[in-house]
């Protein structure tokens, strides 16, 4: 592979270059898309090559990953798509305020964006880390299918009347 003719091509392309200009102004879809793909559509596909003693642990394995990718995509796109927003307004008052640190200053205002934003997914990374653990098991169970585990006290029971005697 010619490292030059890829260059070339990322310079020289439009849709490349327009694709990189969208991916710059929503990072964090373009994230939780590739999120996505590598555990809700890879994963999946690798477990599914992988031997496993019980075809269900496999099923159960599968959809648990599906669920992760999918939980991951809607929180990111339901709390960061407009988080994401409000700070760049925020960042652009703040570029257009007299006399403030920012006004004119761009690369610190891409350092105020980077750290804010970096700040608040730090702070959100437990809370949405506990709701993603909290979902999967639900979502797991509509897709995979809730098994119904029968109870066998044959052997309690006759464990309890060898105590008795």
Same mark, same amino acid.
């Given at each position: 592979?010619?490292?030059?003719?890829?260059?070339?091509?990322?310079?020289?392309?439009?849709?490349?270059?327009?694709?990189?200009?969208?991916?710059?102004?929503?990072?964090?879809?373009?994230?939780?898309?590739?999120?996505?793909?590598?555990?809700?559509?890879?994963?999946?596909?690798?477990?599914?090559?992988?031997?496993?003693?019980?075809?269900?642990?496999?099923?159960?394995?599968?959809?648990?990953?599906?669920?992760?990718?999918? $939980?991951?995509? /809607?929180?990111?796109?339901? @709390?960061? #798509?407009?988080?994401?927003?409000?700070?760049?307004?925020?960042? *652009?008052? =703040?570029?257009?305020?007299?006399?403030?640190?920012?006004?004119?200053?761009?690369?610190?205002?891409?350092?105020?964006?980077?750290?804010?934003?970096?700040? $608040?997914?730090? /702070?959100?990374?437990?809370? @949405?880390? #506990?709701?993603?653990?909290?979902?999967?098991?639900?979502?797991? *169970?509509? =897709?995979?299918?809730?098994?119904?585990?029968?109870?066998?006290?044959?052997?309690?029971?006759?464990?309890?009347?060898?105590?008795?005697?």
């Amino acid at each position: 592979m010619n490292v030059k003719k890829i260059a070339e091509f990322i310079n020289n392309s439009e849709r490349t270059q327009k694709l990189l200009k969208h991916v710059n102004k929503n990072p964090a879809v373009y994230s939780a898309a590739a999120a996505f793909v590598l555990a809700g559509i890879m994963r999946p596909g690798l477990i599914g090559v992988m031997p496993f003693k019980e075809k269900k642990d496999k099923q159960y394995s599968q959809a648990s990953a599906v669920a992760a990718g999918v $939980i991951e995509l /809607a929180s990111t796109c339901a @709390i960061f #798509l407009p988080l994401n927003k409000s700070i760049k307004a925020a960042s *652009d008052k =703040l570029y257009k305020t007299k006399g403030s640190y920012f006004e004119g200053n761009a690369p610190a205002l891409r350092q105020f964006k980077s750290l804010t934003n970096r700040g $608040i997914k730090a /702070a959100l990374l437990i809370p @949405i880390s #506990l709701a993603r653990f909290a979902l999967v098991r639900p979502i797991v *169970d509509t =897709l995979f299918g809730k098994e119904k585990k029968s109870v066998d006290n044959t052997e309690v029971v006759q464990e309890v009347i060898n105590e008795d005697k």
